[in-house]
């Protein structure tokens, strides 16, 4: 019989249809939480209110803020679950290696971020016409954004999603490593949001929070996530490259 | 043409060696059986034939390549064990059809026929199915990939009688439409004896025994008589196993390689020779201590 020849890039295909059908549970918790997250978002994401003389108004934004945070939880979870035994022996029951099967992780990563980035922007069209109808009938609807922003913030989400779904990765990939990371990760976070705390000189995480936040300049924020992003997957592929398969 | 090649090979899992300096060849196109007790290092090692886990020390070369991490490798290997995990969110329709986009040998009319054939229902899920489904699930996918190098790690676990049959009866006839190398783990050495063609023994991580089937068969004799007799002709042998068999009475295995005289001596003292099934060399040789599961309770 003889050997088959086979390219690398036509198996990261394979595996990665076969990802997209067969994760396909990921995509309906996606929606579950997004509903959930509708529903905690009904009372407007920030609120005011003023008078002056004889009128009295206040006003509420409906922002996707909180759809987007659920989004970057579900992003990191979801990675953490695809580097699980389960998922990664799936793999190798076809024809794969330690990189095609990383790689089309990835992909897979990717492309859900971009499906949920998507998805958080129609979803919050849903719950700002759902609001207008179930609150009263005062209400004025201001829609500020132009399509630029529309796009800009669209592509914004889709990275923070992304770039919570690497650092997931790489936890997840950590933890498959070695069970340790399941105790030292949680300490480290929690340890220095505590830390940060007694200190009253919160330093780290905001500097984080800041790195990212706090960049003016959209395409200096693209370039800023996407090395983030691929320092943290390259971690995970060296990582992953070493490992052994089925024990 | 070789298409395992193991030299001095050696797994090390903490302090313990769960295979230890194996050295063997795994010709083309030929059935191995690979033959051991519980816990000897068969399925490690076909772990790392397949490329799953890393060896310690020693060189292993399949299709002349480290198997490990190795995509052209992968692509011509396939490893069925009763772990194999298979997606939850996938039909087993689906899951046949996925496997066929991976193996570019996948002959997806033979795995319909099979799944038809042991009533398997296209719309159920692998989670779901019995342990003797799921390993004859598995074989109808080892067997339709026909890739170059099979690997079957205890197929039958699970399987009732009639399945193993045709199990096996499906293997022969697969293999002699499209010749392929099969390695065949067992600890039944009888129930797969009629099938292979070259036996590898392995005893705690150890190579014992690498000869054809038919060596195999021939590799031992059996003497049986007065333990007096039996001692007294063993002397100077080296025999593989002795046991006390009633009063007075031994049974003795020694490997078949007496000289006429010598066994004329053995008829002379009154004893039997017989020829010893494969099967009974296999746990003979495997034994951990020469007397067997009888010294437990002599001693007691």
Same mark, same amino acid.
């Given at each position: 019989m003889y050997l088959a020849e086979v390219k690398t890039w036509d198996i990261v295909k394979k595996q990665y249809r076969y990802k997209l059908k067969s994760y396909f549970g990921v995509f309906t918790s996606l929606i579950v939480i997004q509903l959930l997250a509708i529903l905690f978002s009904f009372n407007g994401t920030g609120s005011g209110s003023g008078s002056s003389n004889s009128i009295q108004y206040d006003f509420y934004y409906y922002t996707s803020d909180i759809i987007l945070i659920f989004m970057m939880i579900w992003a990191f979870i979801t990675a953490i679950i695809i580097t699980t035994r389960a998922y990664r022996y799936d793999d190798f029951s076809f024809v794969t290696n330690r990189v095609i099967s990383q790689v089309s992780n990835i992909l897979f990563l990717l492309s859900s971020s971009i499906f949920a980035g998507i998805t958080v922007? =129609?979803?919050?069209? =849903? /719950?700002?016409? !759902?609001? /207008?109808? /179930?609150?009263?009938n005062y209400s004025i609807i201001v829609d500020s954004l132009t399509v630029t922003e529309f796009i800009i913030g669209m592509i914004t989400s889709i990275l923070y999603i992304f770039l919570f779904a690497s650092a997931g990765y790489l936890v997840g990939i950590l933890i498959q490593l070695h069970k340790g990371f399941l105790l030292i990760i949680p300490t480290v976070l929690f340890g220095g949001l505590i830390l940060d705390g007694i200190g009253g000189d919160p330093r780290v995480f905001e500097n984080v929070t800041m /790195?990212?936040?706090?960049e003016t300049s959209f395409i200096l924020f693209i370039c800023k996530i996407a090395i983030v992003s691929s320092l !943290? !997957? %390259?971690?995970? %592929?060296g990582i992953s490259n070493r490992m052994e398969v089925r024990k | 043409m070789n298409v395992v090649v193991c030299h001095e090979l050696t797994k090390q899992y903490g302090r313990s060696k769960a295979i230890q300096n194996m050295t063997f060849r795994i010709a083309e196109n030929k059935i191995t059986g690979l033959i051991g007790r519980n816990g000897a290092g068969k399925t490690t090692l076909l772990k790392i034939i397949a490329g799953y886990l890393h060896h310690s020390a020693g060189d292993i070369q399949v299709f002349s390549e480290n198997p490990f991490n190795n995509l052209k490798v992968s692509a011509n290997t396939i490893f069925i064990d009763n772990e194999m995990s298979f997606s939850q969110g996938l039909t087993l329709k689906e899951l046949l059809e996925t496997a066929g986009s991976f193996y570019p040998n996948w002959n997806h009319d033979l795995a319909l026929k099979l799944f038809d054939y042991f009533s398997f229902n296209s719309n159920q899920y692998h989670g779901n199915l019995s342990k003797g489904m799921k390993s004859t699930f598995n074989m109808i996918v080892g067997l339709a990939a026909r890739c170059p190098l099979t690997i079957m790690d205890e197929p039958t676990s699970g399987m009732d009688s009639a399945t193993r049959k045709d199990f096996y009866r499906a293997l022969l006839k697969e293999y002699i439409a499209y010749p392929r190398t099969i390695i065949l783990s067992s600890h039944l050495l009888d129930e797969v004896e009629d099938l292979l063609e070259e036996v590898l023994l392995i005893? &705690?991580?150890?190579k014992c025994l690498? +000869? &054809? #089937?038919d060596q195999l068969k021939e590799y031992a004799i059996g003497v049986r008589g007065k333990t007096v007799n039996v001692e007294k002709w063993t002397e100077k042998m080296e025999p593989i196993s002795v046991q006390e068999?009633? $009063? @007075?009475?031994?049974? $003795?295995? #020694?490997? @078949?390689?007496? &000289? #006429?005289?010598? +066994?004329?001596?053995a008829r002379q003292l009154g004893l039997e020779v017989t020829p010893v099934s494969a099967e009974d060399i296999f746990s003979y040789l495997t034994s951990k201590t020469k007397g067997g599961i009888d010294h437990v309770f002599s001693r007691g």
């Open positions: 922007y =129609l979803s919050t069209n =849903l /719950f700002q016409i !759902l609001a /207008f109808y /179930f609150k009263n /790195f990212f936040g706090q !943290l !997957l %390259l971690a995970s %592929l | 005893k &705690s991580g150890e690498h +000869l &054809s #089937i068999i009633g $009063a @007075n009475m031994s049974y $003795a295995v #020694i490997r @078949n390689d007496r &000289s #006429i005289k010598e +066994l004329e001596d």
